[in-house]
């Protein structure tokens, strides 16, 4: 068993990390271009849910990809990061959620960039804490996204969204 001297967990990918003040949504998934984790911010296009891609500016983002309830299912697995390639996916619209942080180092009420040109070691859609982090790419300002606090031991972060 673990003992945990300082700080548990943070939680896992996608996981609404509070449940007392949110608004969750759900979206029909763009089966051309499904979101492809959970956590990572999410927009709409022709009325249906896409990840950011390439280009995307802060502000087009209506929301983070939420992991389903229960967490463990026969589609996804405990811990399991790929939402399903179509179908219904909920959104959170405002609220507060654990999300895996790419590169840097969060601070409470720090603004969270999302990675909208690949370079180095991140990719497009990747959670990182600055327009240009060290390990390559650039980032978006998410409008209404900061962090709440630095990442646990596995890289998970809470953010909070619209609050």
Do not use: C, H, W
């Amino acid at each position: 068993m673990v003992a945990y001297a300082t700080r548990v967990p943070a939680g896992f990918a996608g996981t609404v990390s509070r449940t007392d003040s949110l608004t969750i949504e759900q979206g029909i998934i763009d089966s051309g271009t499904p979101p492809t984790a959970y956590g990572a911010f999410t927009k709409v296009v022709a009325g249906k849910i896409q990840p950011l891609a390439s280009g995307d500016a802060g502000t087009v983002s209506n929301g983070l990809a939420v992991r389903p309830y229960p967490a463990q299912s026969t589609t996804n697995g405990l811990g399991a990061a790929t939402p399903p390639t179509s179908g219904i996916i909920d959104v959170l619209r405002r609220g507060y959620m654990s999300v895996v942080l790419k590169l840097g180092t969060a601070a409470k009420g720090g603004q969270v960039y999302a990675v909208t040109t690949a370079g180095g070691t991140v990719v497009v859609g990747d959670i990182v804490t600055a327009a240009s982090p060290a390990g390559g790419g650039t980032g978006v300002a998410i409008t209404g996204a900061f962090f709440t606090g630095p990442a646990d031991a596995n890289g998970i972060v809470e953010v909070a969204y619209n609050i």
